[in-house]
Nanobody, 124 residues
Framework: QLQLVESGGGLVQPGGSLRLSCAASKFTLDYYAIGWFRQAPGKEREGVSCISSRDGSTYYADSVKGRFTISRDNAKNTVYLQMSSLEPEDTAVYYC?????????????????WGQGTQVTVSS
């Protein structure tokens, strides 16, 4: 079973930054598309950013473009989400997930293996 573990969440003031990490065990991340998703209370889980396995192409939700950056370090078997200029609306539980599909969309149904999530709270 694929295992993903997120870390790096926490409490940050508006305008601050955080870097989330998604570490994989029992499989090699570079063969999978990896996505970051978030879910705020009372809202559906949404795709924040995804990175493909084949060419490293990336996707960002409009709400985070220019503020978040996804990257992967295959040597460390880890994918990162650098979040800057954080806003209270970014408050949510953030999950990473893996998809074996070469062609996919950055939405939850395409991803079958999920981490346990890490809380990000943006508040003054």
């Amino acid at each position: 079973q694929l295992q993903l573990v997120e870390s790096g969440g926490g409490l940050v003031q508006p305008g601050g930054s955080l870097r989330l990490s998604c570490a994989a065990s029992k499989f090699t991340l570079d063969y999978y598309a990896i996505g970051w998703f978030r879910q705020a209370p009372g809202k559906e889980r949404e795709g924040v950013s995804c990175i493909s396995s084949r060419d490293g192409s990336t996707y960002y939700a409009d709400s985070v473009k220019g503020r978040f950056t996804i990257s992967r370090d295959n040597a460390k078997n880890t994918v990162y989400l650098q979040m800057s200029s954080l806003e209270p609306e970014d408050t949510a539980v953030y999950y990473c997930a893996a998809s074996p599909n070469v062609q996919y969309m950055c939405v939850p149904p395409f991803f079958g293996s999920w981490g346990q999530g890490t809380q990000v709270t943006v508040s003054s």
